[in-house]
């Protein structure tokens, strides 16, 4: 094609084309478009928002994976309870052993009670709940223990059941009461007479009053911590319980915790036996029941039910 022939053609061409874009691009929707495709193509081209806070980009499958993995460390958490127990230590030096590490070597008893407390005790003042049950009876007659760990004290009245249960049958008994004297929100609307001196209740006084009153301080000591770092720290310096009874928290995970916890401390020989209150109780749905099958279905071992009580064997 010759030249002159050519021009005509390609400047029809160019005015089609502007044609269509006066056209086209003058409607709303081709704006859209267009604002569109910038977003995109900015979108790509620009850094990722905040990179120096997010993590690495994850796809949906790694993301997956990850939770996935977390879930499972999270549930193998709940069954590791992996404190390394110290040496046995013999039964006749486990009061001399909490007296060294807890009280300088001293009894807590002595001089009690200080001046500042003396008119804010009762005399006595001891309320429990089946702390009188015949499975106290029944569990030290059969184990004929050297040493009992009670988890969740309070007044004392089971401790203090159970050194007149273990001193009428002639045996010479230690018992440890690990309970940090709180009680729990609200119990002084359930149990009436615990004075108060600046937002402190007088629990833990009220308790050694009992016991004094009820000469039981050569049997009674007690640990006046949290029940999951007294057990960790029983465990860890070889105090070991023949018999043990947890009855502190109530809701499923504080009953879980405590028993793992305070079966690490039967003793290591065999033969020992823990058991506990509330078996019946709905409390958090029945959390106690709950905690106590678990455990028994993990480690492989059976519960007994004696009254209020649940009670499980170690082999
Ligand atoms: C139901 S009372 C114990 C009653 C006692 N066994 C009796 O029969 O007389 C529960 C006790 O557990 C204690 N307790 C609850 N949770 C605790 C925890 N995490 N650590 C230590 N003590 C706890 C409370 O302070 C309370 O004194």
């Given amino acids: 094609m010759k030249e002159e022939q050519k021009q005509p053609l390609f400047q029809h061409h160019r005015r089609r084309v502007a044609a269509f874009t006066r056209k086209k691009f003058t409607k709303p929707a081709a704006y859209v478009i267009l604002l569109l495709l910038s977003y995109f193509f900015g979108y790509l081209s620009a850094p990722s928002s905040n990179s ?11 993301a997956q994976n990850r939770v996935t993995q977390d879930t ?4 193998n958490d709940h069954y ?9 230590v013999p039964s006749k030096l486990v009061r001399q052993t909490i007296l060294d590490r807890l009280f300088n070597g001293t009894s807590p008893y002595d001089n009690f009670p200080p001046a500042h407390a003396t008119t804010l005790l009762r005399k006595k003042k001891i309320k429990g709940w089946g702390s009188n049950g015949a499975v106290f009876e029944n569990l030290i007659r059969k184990v004929q223990p050297k040493t009992i760990i009670e988890v969740g004290t309070f007044l004392g009245a089971s401790a203090i059941h159970m050194a007149q249960l273990a001193s009428g049958l002639g045996l010479k008994t230690q018992i440890l009461c690990i309970d940090d004297f709180r009680g729990w929100p609200g119990f002084r609307d359930r149990v009436r007479d615990i004075n108060m001196v600046n937002g402190d209740v007088l629990l833990l006084y009220q308790f050694m009053q009992n016991v004094v009153h009820e000469n039981a301080t050569e049997s009674v000591l007690f640990v006046p911590f949290s029940s999951g770092s007294a057990l960790q720290q029983l465990c860890e310096w070889g105090v070991f319980g023949d018999l043990i009874e947890v009855d502190a928290g109530h809701d499923f995970h504080s009953a879980w915790s405590d028993i793992n916890r305070a079966y690490k401390l039967l003793r290591p020989d065999g033969g020992g036996v823990i058991f506990g209150h509330d078996y019946f109780t709905s409390a958090d749905n029945k959390g106690v029941r709950r905690a106590v099958h678990l455990f028994a279905r993990v480690h492989g071992l059976r519960v007994q039910i004696d009254g209020q009580h649940w009670v499980i064997h170690s082999p």
């Fill in 52 to 62: 120096q806070y997010d993590s690495p980009p994850v796809g949906p499958r790694i």
């Fill in 72 to 75: 499972a460390a999270a549930d």
């Fill in 80 to 88: 590791r309870f992996t404190t390394q127990c110290g040496a046995p």
